[in-house]
């Protein structure tokens, strides 16, 4: 009786167990069945482009140009030239057999390398940051190398590309030069100066790819584009409206803005505002590395026997809205005391952000067009500095006093102090799932244990029961 007792509840006891467990591993199967669906596609902090749809947007850019001076009387045989700008650091990995993307191009601002850049930077010396001193950056998730070491870890396209010497990697500008000069059958794989300096796979020093960083980041040589100057012939269109125009400039967006509001002496800065509020800073023919957190940088190299110059940049990310707008001005005054203080040139901006607007708004076009038409072989005008003329600018001046503004200005540095340390990596509610995991056994062990001395004592007294009654 006290066997077939404590069978009975051991049994029924074990049922729910059983059941639990079944159910908590289900869970946890579908848990992580949910896991590997959602990786397949974007999630927070994800930010991708269809190259195809960039490319595509091209080409019809190009086709109402041209019949928009067409309506204007304008023979497109007077386009002599074509210049390419671009997102920088976006990255695309594409078959170059087929001419197809292998995965959408991960752009700039995406932050899902930061797992891959924290275990990157656990394997830098503190004492020898060699990324930060080749590179002039630091390792972040903004950059091309690990948005390609990414790609190289979790997408099976890209990784057999590689495999079988398919892939090619490149910055937007990479993909559309190679696309526009023929893709598949002949196209360009090259890149600049400007492009490859925010790959973190490119010495700026030697303005070539660095074989240390490439074995850094795990990252194969032979995929990379030919780096090329900003300013020459590297192909011909090869269909459309505008074939056989030759592409002779190419810069990324910023590096274009500072040349196309003509910022070609040391010490001059731009500051542009987009999808970001970015600065640079021209610091000629020096390669400033910062000690304020800016970002050393190629400004541009306007030709193959040309001289490289660099800048330093600190860059905002948030999108500007109006409510910000006074943050913005107090943001750039931040950078520009850090510029001061690194490259020692003096520069200056009038209380509260004093603004200058260029009459021709879309410097970064005219930046890559200025590049394009200065080309070797194409020579429509020169940028060397006897031959230029100053830029038309409209000047908008401060509301307030700089006293005003001072106070406008330690007022927002003080909330902005104030406003650090509260994220956590980790919610306090967290914890080792593994101690969690065993509960239910131990659970089972120790009630069983409860159950079993329960049951010798019930069926004892039911025995006892059971002999008075017969008694």
Request: with cysteine; charged share 20%; proline share 4%.
């Amino acid at each position: 009786l006290y066997l077939k007792t404590f069978l009975l509840i051991n049994f029924l006891f074990s049922f729910f167990f059983l059941r639990l467990v079944f159910n908590s591993k289900t869970a946890e199967l579908l848990s992580h069945h949910q896991v590997e669906i959602k990786q397949e596609f974007p999630r927070e902090g994800w930010v991708e482009q269809d190259p195809k749809e960039i490319l595509q947007s091209v080409y019809e850019c190009i086709e109402k140009t041209c019949e928009k001076l067409g309506q204007l009387n304008i023979d497109i045989s007077n386009i002599k030239a074509i210049g390419v700008s671009n997102q920088r650091e976006t990255t695309v990995v594409w078959d170059k057999l087929t001419g197809e993307p292998l995965y959408n191009a991960v752009v700039w601002l995406d932050l899902r390398t930061q797992s891959t850049v924290e275990n990157l930077s656990k394997r830098i010396p503190g004492n020898n940051n060699f990324v930060k001193s080749k590179t002039g950056l630091p390792l972040s998730t903004y950059f091309s190398a690990v948005k390609l070491r990414w790609l190289l870890d979790n997408v099976r396209k890209v990784q057999k590309a590689v495999e079988e010497d398919r892939a090619l990697f490149g910055t937007i500008d990479s993909w559309l030069i190679w696309s526009l000069t023929g893709g598949a059958n002949g196209g360009v794989h090259c890149t600049d100066v400007t492009n490859a300096s925010r790959t973190m796979l490119f010495n700026i020093h030697s303005l070539e790819w660095d074989k240390e960083l490439c074995e850094f980041f795990e990252i194969p040589m032979k995929v990379l584009p030919n780096v090329r100057s900003s300013s020459e012939i590297y192909g011909l269109m090869k269909a459309g409206a505008l074939e056989g125009v030759p592409i002779s400039g190419c810069l990324g967006d910023q590096s274009a803005a500072l040349v196309g509001q003509m910022c070609f002496q040391d010490g001059q800065a731009k500051n542009t505002y987009g999808t970001g509020c970015f600065l640079l800073c021209n610091t000629g023919r020096k390669c400033v590395f910062s000690e304020h957190g800016l970002l050393t940088t190629v400004a541009y190299k306007l030709g193959r026997d040309k001289p490289v110059y660099y800048a330093l940049e600190f860059t905002n990310k948030c999108h500007i809205a109006f409510a910000a707008l006074e943050a913005v001005c107090f943001q750039t005054r931040e950078i520009l005391d850090a510029m001061n203080r690194d490259c020692g040139i003096p520069l200056t901006f009038c209380p509260l952000n004093s603004q200058m607007k260029p009459s021709m708004p879309e410097t970064t076009a005219l930046g890559a067009a200025m590049a394009a038409g200065a080309a070797e072989g194409v020579g429509v005008w020169s940028l060397e500095p006897e031959d230029l003329s100053a830029v038309t600018m409209e000047r908008f001046e401060p509301q307030i006093n700089a006293e005003e503004s001072e106070i406008r200005y330690s007022t927002w540095k003080k909330a902005v102090m104030k406003s650090m340390g509260w994220v956590t990596t980790q919610s306090s509610e967290s914890g080792d799932p593994s101690i969690f995991c065993s509960l239910p056994l131990g659970f089972f062990i120790v009630s069983s244990m409860v159950m079993l001395i329960g049951a010798r004592y019930i069926s004892g007294q039911l025995l006892f029961k059971l002999d008075d009654f017969i008694s």
